[in-house]
């Protein structure tokens, strides 16, 4: 601007997307270490700094299998939770159930009058509670259906979700060659704008433009790529 080739709107527009660089810089390095947090969390560690690779480094299989046994699901947290919470319920009823018998425990010992009344109390006291007992076992049946049906649908929804990443995984697939073609045009245009503006005939705005434009495209190639590390 001093030398006179910018006026003072693209200086101000420059130094504004100059700050918002710099807040964006800081929002991932946020993101950064809450990520960190998290993996930290599932491994069971303290808040650390988690050493990784590069992404360029990374490859993924050329095919996928055709499938994945149902049975494997079985290996899903979720899953699993409603697994042991069907058990749970399932024994709960059995319990509600056992409460109709009565208990009688026989000692050995020479006092059968004793004996004899804590018998007859044992057999009648399901009687006289039978009513309750009764309501009972039926609401742990109906706790036991309930969460029969959980589980059913635990299992379901998480068949769903891994299908739903096969179809994820071959639609990225799909379009990884047309962000691969996108990403290089964009690089030919960011050359060509720097070399204009070394010309004279386009401003350094132009080129911050083609920049971001180019970023935004390598972005989402990248983002493209996630739906294939989670399979």
């Known amino acids: 601007m001093e030398a006179g080739r910018y006026n003072?709107?693209?200086?101000?527009?420059?130094?504004?997307n100059y700050c918002s660089i710099r807040n964006n810089l800081i929002d991932?390095?946020?993101?950064?270490?809450?990520?960190?947090?998290?993996?930290?969390?599932?491994?069971?560690?303290?808040?650390?700094?988690?050493?990784?690779?590069?992404?360029?480094?990374?490859?993924?299989?050329?095919?996928?299998?055709?499938?994945?046994?149902?049975?494997?699901l079985s290996n899903?947290?979720?899953?699993?939770?409603?697994?042991y919470a069907l058990a749970e319920a399932f024994y709960a009823t059995n319990k509600a159930r056992s409460a109709f018998y009565p208990?009688?425990?026989?000692?050995?010992?020479?006092?059968?009058?004793?004996?004899?009344?804590?018998?007859?109390?044992?057999?009648?006291?399901?009687?006289?509670?039978?009513?309750t007992l009764?309501?009972?076992?039926?609401i742990a049946k109906a706790q036991q259906q309930q969460a029969e049906e959980t589980f059913r649908q635990t299992v379901i929804d998480a068949g769903i979700e891994v299908n739903d990443a096969f179809i994820a995984v071959e639609s990225a697939r799909s379009k990884q060659e047309n962000y691969a073609r996108q990403v290089g045009h964009l690089q030919d245009a960011v050359r060509s704008t720097q070399l204009l503006m070394k010309n004279g005939s386009t401003t350094y705005l132009e080129v911050l433009?083609?920049?971001?434009?180019?970023l935004e495209a390598q972005i989402g190639e990248i983002a493209n790529r996630f739906p294939r590390f989670r399979v």
């Open 8 to 16: 003072a709107a693209s200086l101000s527009q420059t130094e504004a």
């Open 28 to 72: 991932i390095e946020q993101q950064i270490r809450q990520t960190e947090n998290q993996l930290c969390s599932l491994i069971g560690c303290t808040p650390q700094a988690i050493e990784r690779g590069r992404l360029s480094d990374w490859s993924a299989p050329s095919s996928l299998s055709a499938g994945v046994p149902v049975s494997v």
């Open 76 to 83: 899903r947290p979720d899953v699993k939770q409603a697994e």
């Open 103 to 131: 208990s009688l425990t026989i000692s050995g010992s020479f006092d059968i009058r004793t004996t004899l009344y804590e018998a007859i109390g044992s057999l009648l006291q399901p009687l006289f509670k039978r009513g």
């Open 134 to 138: 009764q309501a009972d076992l039926r």
């Open 209 to 214: 433009t083609a920049q971001q434009t180019l």
